[in-house]
């Protein structure tokens, strides 16, 4: 009997175990057993890793009972990257290979039937893990060797074919091919405000919502440039700290998009269509679910265009993750559980034909089909936007004349990164980030009581504020006082505040 080890790592979700694979050759009748609760991708690994063995030139199958062990047993496990460590414990088993250098390594990768060595979902948040664990190397597919080297403290090696990965371990020299150069970094590609004439509200509107933090939702009939904006809001957002860029790029590792040589310091933008699925929008899949478009959108911006036609069950899916900034997804074997902290931006036209609000008036809609289309963004999603702001259409005239005075993104995104510092500032020592982020009784009771309370004790009684209103109007009221560098909100900010989720407020208060 002869033993091969090599080590791999298991994903759920973002949470990477290493897993020892084990090989042993010998005794028995020629029969291959994996052990260790693989899936159906598994399985076909022991397929796969027969016919890449006998095509490499290396070798053929033993020809004996090969048990192949994966640990620990009750970590679920599944994908096709273990056929790397698979192979390369049966190649020590078989006396191809040293044992001596795959035990300080990991070994991610699926092999081909031609004995190539394919791309794989997972390396970065895999190579973290190994470099967390003390591992020296981490032997990955050649196409991810930018991605792996992010990783600090563990050495990468890349390899294209099972030739290279025994050669490798026999201690020679594999040419190092590497893959394209990264494309134009996504921070040159960002559009611009500058390309956004006129619409000063809405502009102020992504100004504020981007400076505290808030959820955001824009109404107006198509083509007034709702999505324009809601695209320049991750541009004016400050840079991703290294820990958050790091999240952000394991995660698109694990949905298998690409990852250049630089960790992304740009927030990410996600804007799933709204006949886009409920797994695609949250996360979903079937053995161990992949996250979906409101991980992308961690640490970035989630933009929901025509959101009252996003599909009710996709809607309600969002609240969760609204609160927790998390999205666990329960399967049979596993739960999968993946960041999800966005800043929402909702838009809805006026109608479901659009057409209302336009000068042509062509609106056809019921008024019941127009309440219907207004109340299927339930209160669960409302009650988080923090902002609503409409958008009217503006004439070519004013179009023309606002044409080239726009402020630029850098002019806004400077604003918005004092504005943040000061809440950084205020809010660190309570334990949080963004005025968004305040609870309504640390609202209340920790911050300084903002000029013109009163006028929201007025509001509230009148019935146009609820309790609820109150706190979302004080957040907004600090982040206005933030942006113009106040000490706490005055009584003109806590006016301004109310004006922007007005809105919002009258509807609450006519459906009761
Ligand atoms: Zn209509």
């Known amino acids: 009997m002869r033993l091969g080890r090599a080590r791999s790592v298991g994903l759920v979700g973002l949470q990477a ?7 042993s050759v010998g005794g028995g009748l020629p029969r291959t057993v994996i052990v260790g609760l693989p899936d159906a991708a598994l399985n076909e690994a022991r397929e796969r890793c027969r016919a ?7 070798g053929t199958w033993p020809q004996h009972l090969v048990t192949i062990n994966l640990s620990p047993a009750s970590l679920p496990k599944a994908g096709t990257h273990f056929d790397l460590a698979i192979l390369a414990a049966i190649l020590v088993a078989s006396d191809v290979v040293p044992q001596l250098r795959l035990d300080d390594s990991v070994l991610m990768g699926e092999v081909g039937l031609d004995g190539s060595v394919r791309p794989v979902r997972g390396v970065l948040p895999a190579v973290l893990r190994a470099a967390e664990a003390g591992v020296g190397h981490a032997i990955v597919p050649w196409h991810h060797v930018r991605e792996a080297r992010l990783v600090e403290g563990i050495t990468v090696h890349g390899v294209g074919s099972l030739q290279e990965l025994a050669a490798l371990l026999r201690g020679a020299e594999v040419p190092e091919r590497l893959p394209d150069a990264d494309p134009e970094p996504v921070s040159l590609r960002e559009p611009d405000l500058a390309d956004v004439a006129g619409q000063l509200e809405a502009r102020w509107a992504i100004e504020v919502a981007a400076a505290g933090g808030h959820h955001l939702y824009l109404k107006g009939p198509p083509g007034v440039g709702k999505t324009l904006l809601a695209e320049r809001l991750p541009g004016i957002l400050p840079d991703l700290g290294a820990a958050e860029a790091l999240e952000v790029a394991a995660i698109r590792s694990l949905s298998g998009l690409h990852v250049g040589s630089e960790l992304p310091r740009r927030p990410p933008f996600a804007s799933p269509h709204h006949s886009a699925t409920v797994a695609a929008v949250v996360g979903g899949g079937s053995a161990i679910p992949q996250p979906g478009a409101i991980s992308l959108a961690h640490r970035g911006v989630l933009f929901l265009d025509e959101a009252p036609e996003f599909s009710a069950r996709t809607l309600e899916a969002l609240r969760t993750p609204l609160e927790s900034g998390r999205i666990e997804l329960a399967r049979v074997r596993a739960v999968a559980s993946y960041p999800a902290r966005f800043q929402l931006v909702l838009a809805a036209n006026p109608c479901p034909c659009g057409q209302s609000g336009l000068r042509s008036n062509a609106c056809t809609c019921t008024p019941m089909a127009v309440r219907r289309y207004g109340e299927r963004l339930s209160g669960p999603i409302l009650d988080r936007i923090d902002i609503t702001q409409t958008l009217r259409p503006m004439t070519q005239a004013y179009l023309r004349a606002a044409r080239g005075s726009a402020e630029s993104s850098a002019v806004v995104a400077a604003r918005v990164a004092s504005a943040r510092a000061r809440q950084l500032e205020r809010l660190a020592p309570l334990g949080y980030r963004t005025n968004a982020e305040v609870p309504g009784p640390v609202l209340r009771q920790d911050l300084p009581r903002p000029g013109g309370v009163a006028l929201l004790d007025q509001a509230v009684t009148r019935g146009l504020l609820s309790a609820r209103g109150v706190d979302k109007t004080m957040r907004l009221a600090w982040t206005i006082a933030d942006l ?13 505040a109310l004006a922007m989720r007005r809105g919002d407020e009258i509807e609450e208060v006519r459906c009761g």
């Open 52 to 58: 890449a063995l006998g095509n490499s030139g290396l």
């Open 484 to 496: 113009a560098g106040a000490a706490k909100p005055r009584q003109t900010d806590v006016q301004l």
């Open 17 to 23: 175990t290493l897993v020892d694979v084990e090989a």
